[in-house]
């Protein structure tokens, strides 16, 4: 029987297509897109062309506005690192408690490093941002506000035009990790005030190692890799040309398949969802399901460790995850979940699944036929659950104890 890839969220497989128009630029048109020969000429036209391509993809207005960059770690971290070079007198970042550690460990360097202060905002129970601490934090000295659109452990979706509208009325540049969002949620923006987002191939289904960075024109911009003139002297180095013309190739397929897909894939997510809740009992859905990406679930098996639940999965055949695969191997709890507020017995039993196009209605079938099977076999062996089952001892409560 053939594995079943349910941690979409963590990476995709490459397109086929993807990889085909991938292959040629590995070996016959091998040139430097710098070289002026008709070794260079050819190569310069296709990164154009890619560029092109994931401009369209992000709906946005010029191809002059996409950098591209080594993934999405690069381009939060650039996002940031500009913002503090170029806005004079402001010294502050703004962003929240739930991003992604691409973006939180570099503002916990920059505090250790640097002094720079961040004020990470809140969210309640479902993952929604509270907009009022948000709001509050923007002052005087903000230099950028960072919040992502969508997080990659819940799905839930952040109104980021509204974040961005906020952060410039307050005088600061607005960035958006748009990793997890982008080929799943359409992004259009053309009109919208963010001035910089981040992107990565291989979250849809492009290749590893490449992303972009979209920095809206008249953003004032400071590289993060100085060196050759390449990406009109944003980002140095000698292009990773395949992994462009990849990237260029998945944003293209991503666009024209999104509505399709976002359909198929949601159904598929809403089906495995609702059938887990109606059969397995003591267990709930981890987030805003209201707004959320169509592919995500991440869900709590109370009186059970999601380790557990993942290493079994795994044995029959399913790959999923515990909360964020980046922190996976930390055992330390997911901060996304922290966040929330989640109490630490359900959060240890949260594990996340997430679908792409290529799941099938016959894999899902396959993971509601396995997963109440492993939830019960753990039950019967967790001793936290056997507790529950016992009786609660009878309170015998004297009318004197009772006295206020
Ligand atoms: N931002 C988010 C929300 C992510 O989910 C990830 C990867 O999981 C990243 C950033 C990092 O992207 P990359 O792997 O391209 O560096």
Redesign the pocket.
């Given at each position: 029987m053939s594995p079943i890839y349910l941690d979409n969220?963590?990476t995709t497989r490459t397109d086929p297509a993807v990889v085909a128009a991938m292959l040629p630029f590995f070996s016959d048109h091998f040139g430097n897109a710098s070289s002026q020969h008709s070794f260079g000429v050819p190569v310069a036209d296709a990164i154009r062309n890619a560029r092109k391509k994931v401009r369209t993809f992000l709906g946005a207005a010029l191809d002059q506005e996409i950098v591209f960059t080594s993934?999405?770690?690069e381009s939060?971290n650039t996002a940031i690192l500009s913002a503090l070079d170029t806005q004079q007198g402001r010294d502050e970042i703004v962003t929240t408690k739930v991003e992604?550690p691409?973006l939180l460990s570099l503002l916990d360097h920059l505090r250790t490093s640097r002094g720079i202060k961040t004020h990470y905002v809140g969210v309640d129970s479902l993952g929604r941002l509270d907009l009022e601490e948000y709001r509050r934090a923007l002052g005087p000295r903000t230099a950028i506000a960072s919040a992502?659109w969508a997080n990659?452990e819940t799905g839930a979706l952040f109104p980021v035009q509204r974040l961005a509208d906020l952060a410039h009325a307050a005088g600061a540049l607005f960035h958006t990790?748009a990793?997890?969002a982008a080929g799943k949620i359409p992004l259009h923006l053309k009109g919208t005030a963010i001035d910089m987002l981040?992107l990565?191939g291989?979250k849809f289904q492009g290749p590893k190692g490449v992303?972009a960075l979209y920095v809206r024109k008249g953003t004032p911009f400071s590289p993060h890799l100085r060196g050759g003139a390449q990406e009109r002297r944003r980002r140095g180095g000698t292009e990773n040309v395949p992994g462009i013309i990849g990237l260029g190739a998945a944003a293209e397929l991503a666009g024209a398949r999104m509505a399709e897909d976002h359909m198929a894939i949601r159904g598929m997510r809403d089906r495995l969802e609702s059938a887990i809740l109606n059969t397995i009992e003591h267990c709930f859905v981890i987030g805003d399901t209201d707004d959320r990406l169509p592919n995500t679930t991440n869900i709590a098996f109370a009186y059970v460790e999601g380790e557990a639940i993942i290493h079994n999965l795994d044995r029959a055949g399913i790959a999923a995850s515990l909360g964020s695969?980046?922190a996976s191997g930390s055992m330390k709890p997911s901060h996304v979940l922290l966040a929330m507020n989640v109490p630490m017995t359900t959060l240890k039993g949260a594990i996340r699944m997430t679908l792409s196009r290529e799941n099938t209605q016959g894999e899902v079938d396959r993971v509601l036929r396995v997963l109440p099977e492993i939830i019960s076999k753990l039950r019967a062996t967790s001793r936290l659950w056997r507790a529950r089952a016992r009786p609660e001892p009878v309170m015998q409560v004297s009318p004197v104890e009772m006295a206020p």
């Open positions: 969220n963590a993934g999405g770690t939060d992604h691409a992502m990659n990790d990793v997890q981040s990565s291989h992303g695969a980046c």
